[in-house]
């Protein structure tokens, strides 16, 4: 079985900084892809950012030059270092990650975690 925990979620205001964590555990042969989606209430999922195995990142157009995405390969986890944050930048957060498992190391499917909230106030 396998998890994705996020953490680093909060309340901040407006042009503060924040930086959210997801660590993946479980029964993992690779990672392939590791992302960032966010979901405002009455909106969609959409990706903020994501990055390769190899440490290539895309962003979201609104988010470029503000947010960060990294990665650490040998401790499964990604991370998102969010700077001049603006009250639209509030949603709930959730880490993605495209894996396969050690029992089925061809097979690659999609985890999530379960979010975390992120709320800028102006």
């Known amino acids: 079985q396998v998890q994705l925990v996020e953490s680093g979620g909060g309340l901040v205001q407006a042009g503060g900084s924040l930086r959210l964590s997801c660590a993946a555990s479980?029964?993992?042969?690779?990672?392939?892809?590791m992302a960032w989606y966010r979901q405002a209430p009455g909106n969609e999922r959409v990706l903020v950012a994501e990055?390769?195995?190899?440490?290539?990142?895309n962003y979201a157009d609104s988010v470029k030059g503000r947010f960060t995405i990294s990665r650490d390969n040998a401790k499964n986890s990604v991370y998102l270092q969010m700077n001049s944050l603006k009250s639209e930048d509030t949603a709930a957060y959730y880490c993605?990650?495209?894996?396969?498992?050690?029992?089925?190391?061809?097979?690659?499917?999609?985890?999530w975690g379960q979010g975390t909230q992120v709320t800028v106030s102006s």
């Open positions: 990055i390769t195995r190899g440490g290539i990142a």
């Open positions: 993605n990650a495209n894996l396969a498992v050690i029992s089925s190391r061809s097979k690659w499917s999609a985890y």
């Open positions: 479980g029964s993992i042969f690779s990672i392939d892809t």
